[in-house]
């Protein structure tokens, strides 16, 4: 494509590649520099003939568009998965939602009447999560919503951002039984933050996606390896270049962008950057204002090799009990059909957030067992265990903390400045939002293109 605009997109994780594909369609002429291997959290690895995912993904269908892109990255090489999942929540499990029943500790009718007064008030923007919780849900059910959301995140609802609630359950709540909850979703205002199941009926509350008529779905061989493998294929045949193991160093923008990295030189007509506002700080001046406005969740992560039989029936568990260690138990076994697995046997990952001065951390084979018991208790597996494979990690998922946006405002109006790149959005949580969000930044070079 000799007479194609040139673009890079720096980052190879899942935003990486969906940039990557997205301009590809655009017949653009594409290189995706990657500092690490492809994928980042959201690709795998390899363990006594497993293919272990980095945590819990599954790929919702419930944007036409991002599960269009999805299908297209996976080359249609996809399984349904039918999702059956549950929570914990002062010490009850609730079956067919990933999100706290908050009537376990506080009165639901009380919570209504608040949530109701909440939805009819007018409110200044929030500082904080805490504040938008307040805001969104009423005092009583803010506060319990804050206490499940320290026990996730280790740290404290006023201590991060307002855009936090992105990477939470807590959009909506569960506060009443479906029945109650369906006729108060009757109303709009009620509608957006109160939670109804929807387990019977897995589309009730999305829409079909034509060819696709299934709430979820997932790589239909070798889990999330197979997911970037895959991605990788189309993408190479789509003409995409890749550059893996190379850190950029720094960028120099002008008419044309020049990203150096620490053994070759990248010229470009335009730039998707995917690796975050910080490393793109890093990389334009010697500057470093965002250091220290994210935190990163430090995890210890388990994976128990066992036999299929002893897979409960839960697509994954979240437990918000705080005397829990684990946060979620997710079998990919299961919903992988066995196609990331030995014949016969399956896997159950199980989270642990912590801190990195934590026993749990710096021993964590020593908490295998308690582990175990706790997955047990959830329901999610049986019997027992004769293999796990257990590592850390100082930072898993992440979220901008209170004074990030004041911080960030100068460096966002700098990049405004440079009509030929553009910054993703790096809090865009779910894997839809992420779509949509890049979908925007590359609409945005688009009049550069119309201009030339």
């Not at 605009?5 to 590649?17: A, D, M, P, Q, Y």
């Not at 319990?144 to 991060?160: E, L, M, N």
């Not at 388990?302 to 697509?315: E, H, L, N, V």
Request: glycine share 8%; with cysteine.
């Amino acid at each position: 494509m000799p007479n194609s605009e040139r673009t890079i997109v720096v980052g190879g994780g899942f935003s990486g590649l969906v940039a990557a594909y997205l301009l590809a369609k655009e017949m653009r002429e594409v290189t995706l520099i990657s500092k690490t291997r492809l994928g980042g959290i959201a690709g795998g690895i390899l363990w006594r003939d497993f293919s272990l995912d980095l945590g819990c993904h599954i790929f919702g269908n419930s944007q036409d568009r991002a599960t269009e892109v999805l299908l297209a990255l996976m080359d249609n090489q996809v399984l349904p998965v039918d999702m059956c999942f549950a929570s914990r929540f002062g010490g009850k499990t609730l079956e067919g939602f990933e999100l706290p029943d908050l009537s376990a500790k506080a009165d639901s009718a009380k919570m209504i009447i608040e949530i109701a007064r909440a939805a009819s008030q007018r409110h200044a923007a929030p500082r904080n999560l805490e504040e938008l919780l307040v805001q969104r849900f009423g005092p009583t059910a803010a506060e319990v919503a804050a206490c499940a959301f320290s026990k996730t995140y280790r740290t404290t609802a006023d201590k991060v951002a307002p855009e936090a609630i992105a990477a939470t359950c807590f959009k909506r709540i569960r506060v009443v039984e479906d029945q109650v909850a369906s006729i108060l979703k009757q109303s709009p205002a009620l509608e957006r933050v109160i939670a109804a199941g929807s387990q019977e009926d897995p589309m009730k509350y999305y829409k079909e996606c034509e060819g696709a008529p299934y709430r979820a779905f997932y790589p239909a061989a070798d889990g999330m390896l197979g997911f970037v493998r895959n991605a990788r294929r189309v993408l190479e045949s789509m003409g995409v270049n890749f550059v893996v193991a190379e850190a950029v160093e720094s960028v120099h923008l002008d008419d044309e962008i020049v990203v150096r990295g620490a053994t070759t030189e990248f010229v470009a007509d335009s730039c998707v950057w995917t690796a975050g506002l910080e490393a793109f700080e890093r990389s334009l001046s010697s500057r470093q204002t965002l250091a220290g406005t994210s935190y990163g969740v430090p995890m210890a992560l388990y994976y128990f090799d066992i036999d299929a039989a002893q897979a409960g029936p839960y697509s994954y568990v979240n437990s918000f009990d705080a005397e829990d260690l684990v946060f979620r138990c997710s079998l990919p076994g299961s919903y992988g059909q066995g196609s990331n697995c030995p014949p016969g046997r399956g896997y159950v990952c199980c989270e642990v957030p912590t801190d990195t001065d934590a026993e749990v951390f710096v021993q964590p084979e020593a908490f295998a067992a308690r582990v175990w018991e706790e997955a047990c208790a959830f329901g999610a597996v049986q019997g027992t265990y004769d293999h796990v494979r257990v590592f850390t990690t100082p930072v898993s998922y992440k979220v901008p903390m209170a004074h990030y946006h004041s911080v960030a405002a100068p460096i966002r109006e700098q990049v405004a400045g440079f009509k030929n790149l553009v910054v993703a959005d790096e809090w865009a949580f779910t894997k839809n939002r992420i779509i949509t969000d890049l979908e925007r930044c590359i609409g945005a070079l688009n009049p550069l293109r119309r201009a030339a």
